[in-house]
């Protein structure tokens, strides 16, 4: 998709960058880059980053910047999260990531088509906006946010189609964390296809 006010990828809006530690799914205790991309449309009730969903409200960086400023700390992880980062071209970005010999990690719903190339790919698919019917054979890992049991059934619709070797995990939504929480056990003890993701930079109260 042609973007011409973000110079087809060249320039994106950012939210926000940050050195931390990845909290969730397979990479867990990473140190890693966070790059958020402002802007999203599909709408989770119990979203954690609620302020980016307006793109308006962070106007555009130029990539360039966005590189410089990552690649200064000691660890070469990127994740790229939002918002939905695949509501932009991201190729340049990624391109310009890999040039300076970076490994880049994308978290994504999976609602937009891809773009860019990927060392690891998080698929969360969410009912209000399911993922495109191309990234799942993509996904490195699934990670399905457990917020009510209706919400195993909706695991097992999207564990149909990853690729085999697909990782597998269920993540308690935090607010539901405390009631859910037996109840995912007792599932990935019955289904240990599935892991069990926290979202451990919260507990750490880190970023
Ligand atoms: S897809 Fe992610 S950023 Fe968008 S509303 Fe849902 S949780 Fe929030």
């Not at 006010?5 to 990845?22: R, S, V, W």
């Not at 999976?110 to 399911?130: A, N, T």
């Not at 990853?162 to 859910?180: A, D, H, T």
Request: with cysteine; glycine share 6%.
């Amino acid at each position: 998709m042609k973007i011409p006010e973000l110079d087809n990828g060249n320039l994106l809006p950012l939210a926000e960058a940050f050195y931390t530690i990845q909290g969730e799914g397979f990479n867990t205790g990473k140190a890693a880059y966070f790059i958020r991309l402002g802007g999203c449309d599909v709408g989770c009730n119990w979203c954690d980053a609620k302020e980016t969903w307006n793109p308006g409200l962070y106007p555009p960086v130029e990539v360039d910047k966005i590189v410089a400023d990552a690649i200064v700390h000691p660890a070469k992880s990127i994740v790229i999260t939002g918002g939905e980062p695949l509501n932009y071209p991201l190729d340049i970005l990624c391109t310009k990531l890999k040039n300076k010999g970076m490994e880049i990690f994308l978290e994504t719903s999976g609602s937009s088509q891809l773009s860019g190339s990927f060392d690891w790919i998080c698929l969360s698919p969410k009912k209000k906006k399911p993922p495109v019917d191309e990234i799942y054979e993509l996904a490195s890992e699934l990670k399905i946010i457990i917020e009510e049991e209706i919400d195993f059934v909706w695991a097992e619709e999207n564990r149909k189609r990853v690729k085999p070797g697909c990782l597998l995990y269920l993540q308690p939504e935090w607010s539901r964390s405390k009631e859910m929480m037996e109840k995912i056990v007792e599932y990935v003890k019955a289904n240990p296809c599935w892991n069990i993701s926290l979202q451990t930079h919260k507990y750490m109260n880190i970023p």
